[in-house]
């Protein structure tokens, strides 16, 4: 499922860089990023959208790399941040602040003024006491902060329990029911100037119901805040579409966004400008983690195979059972007859696996690649076991642009303070 990823003579290819060659000049773990691929996801989207208003803001979670977002930023997008922290990497990465969008239950007050400051395009704003401290901090900065606010359609994204967002019983976005309420809240309120809708109804969704549905749920909504008076300029829809990890077969964006576009055309609201927040669906398929084997570990009941990346690295299967694909570097080198593995990493937990019972013809010192890990790997990664942060490479053609060096133990420790001790 990924494209610009491919064997050639049996050694594996991202565009046009053996990606062995880049395990040995650049160490493992490593993530390897194609240029190409990124751009091919997007252009998915902007197919689908040709002659509309939109703007794609990339939720920037999925991988927040600089480089990646000075790609992203250098092709029209926008960014949805969740922190003053993404804030400061969109500007550090030449992103324009008026197009980002800011979203997250969380905003803490340092972070509405900062966002204030840098002239943001809207706060996505997810309760009735976020509008009311938001309208405070605006209005004390003599502003009035754009706000659109996050809606929960209550429909069933048919995904992982952690990353399933538009159901009633979480944390997410305003009740359907309170809607209009909240609306005319928002427009008594001095600091606050209402600009847009919101929704976001989950991640690695693959089926085109549940956004069809939240549609539906969105206009009505649209149609009952216009009625009470209060102007809704732009409709964003969130991101959350999937991506093919393992067989999943995800709508292309182009196709899902041909059925959505014809219920907005359908009630009248084909010219509204839109937004939307992809994450995944821009990046997750663009990347992989090159990982080296250190030992194999035969066993009565399992067959271990221990690598140099670990959950650290890349917590998704740890985090939430997932799957990434697992394939040798080499494809002909091999001389073992594959076996079933446990991959595993060096952490000292049981849930430090990147892949379980995968047949593997494989000996030490080979080199593996987990696949479609763009998304949600390295942003995701920590230092635990003071284990520091792998190095990341954008591949664009025959380049190969190192994009983070690997960390060093010093970097990690950089900021602890020994306790003074008597002499
Ligand atoms: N907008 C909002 C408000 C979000 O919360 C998210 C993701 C997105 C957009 C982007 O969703 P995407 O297009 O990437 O599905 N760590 C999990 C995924 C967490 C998603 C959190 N919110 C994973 O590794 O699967």
């Given at each position: 499922g990924q494209p610009q990823l491919h064997y050639r003579d049996a050694s594996l290819y991202l565009e046009d860089?053996?990606?062995?060659?880049?395990?040995?000049?650049?160490?493992?773990?490593?993530?390897?990023?194609?240029?190409?691929?990124?751009?091919?996801?997007?252009?998915?989207?902007?197919?689908?959208?040709?002659?509309?208003k939109v703007q794609i803001c990339y939720a920037m979670k999925a991988n927040s790399s600089l480089a990646v977002l000075q790609l992203f930023?250098?092709?029209?997008?926008?960014?949805?941040?969740?922190?003053?922290?993404?804030?400061?990497?969109?500007?550090?990465?030449?992103?324009?602040?008026?197009?980002?969008?800011?979203?997250?239950?969380?905003?803490?007050?340092?972070?509405?003024?900062?966002?204030?400051?840098?002239?943001?395009?809207?706060?996505?704003?997810?309760?009735?006491?976020?509008?009311?401290?938001?309208?405070e901090v605006a209005q004390a900065m003599g502003l009035r902060a754009p706000v659109s606010i996050r809606v929960n359609p209550n429909v069933d994204a048919k995904t992982h329990p952690y990353i399933s967002t538009g159901l009633k019983?979480?944390?997410?976005?305003?009740?359907?029911?309170?809607?209009?309420?909240?609306?005319?809240?928002?427009?008594?309120?001095?600091?606050?100037?209402?600009?847009?809708?919101?929704?976001?109804?989950?991640?690695?969704?693959?089926?085109?119901?549940?956004?069809?549905?939240?549609?539906?749920?969105?206009?009505?909504?649209?149609?009952?805040?216009?009625?009470?008076?209060?102007?809704i300029q732009h409709i964003d829809f969130g991101g959350g579409l999937g991506i093919?990890?393992?067989?999943?077969?995800?709508?292309?964006?182009?196709v899902l966004w041909a059925k959505l576009l014809a219920k907005l055309d359908a009630r009248g609201y084909g010219q509204r400008q839109l937004m939307i927040e992809p994450g995944r669906s821009l990046v997750g398929n663009a990347g992989v983690c090159l990982t080296e084997v250190l030992y194999l570990k035969p066993g009565e009941q399992k067959n271990f195979c221990i690598v140099d990346a670990a959950m650290n690295d890349l917590p998704r299967p740890a985090m939430y059972q997932a799957y990434h694909a697992i394939v040798p570097l080499e494809a002909a080198g091999a001389?073992?007859?594959?076996?079933?593995?446990?991959?595993?990493?060096?952490?000292?937990?049981?849930?430090?696996?990147?892949?379980?019972?995968?047949s593997?013809?494989?000996?030490?010192?080979?080199?593996?690649?987990?696949?479609?890990?763009?998304?949600?790997?390295?942003?995701?990664?920590?230092?635990?076991?003071?284990?520091?942060?792998?190095?990341?490479?954008l591949v664009d053609g025959a380049a190969a642009h190192l994009i983070r060096a690997r960390e060093s133990v010093s970097d990690i420790y950089r900021s602890e303070r020994l306790v003074p001790t008597k002499a």
């Open positions: 860089r053996r990606l062995s060659d880049l395990a040995r000049e650049h160490g493992t773990p490593l993530y390897v990023y194609s240029q190409a691929a990124m751009l091919q996801a997007l252009a998915a989207y902007q197919r689908g959208f040709a002659g509309r930023a250098r092709h029209g997008c926008g960014f949805d941040i969740v922190s003053g922290g993404e804030l400061e990497r969109v500007m550090a990465a030449g992103g324009d602040p008026a197009k980002v969008i800011f979203s997250g239950v969380g905003k803490t007050r340092a972070e509405m003024r900062q966002a204030l400051e840098a002239g943001i395009g809207c706060f996505n704003v997810e309760s009735e006491a976020e509008l009311g401290v938001l309208s019983g979480n944390k997410f976005g305003i009740a359907h029911e309170r809607t209009v309420a909240t609306y005319q809240r928002a427009a008594q309120l001095p600091g606050l100037r209402v600009v847009g809708i919101d929704c976001h109804i989950g991640s690695q969704i693959t089926e085109e119901t549940p956004y069809l549905d939240a549609m539906d749920r969105m206009l009505d909504l649209v149609q009952a805040v216009e009625a009470a008076g209060i102007a093919n990890y393992n067989g999943d077969q995800p709508p292309a964006a182009d001389q073992q007859e594959p076996q079933v593995y446990d991959v595993v990493g060096p952490i000292c937990e049981s849930g430090d696996w990147l892949g379980r019972e995968r593997l013809a494989v000996a030490a010192g080979d080199l593996l690649a987990v696949l479609s890990t763009g998304a949600y790997c390295s942003s995701m990664g920590s230092t635990y076991n003071t284990r520091p942060r792998p190095a990341e490479l």
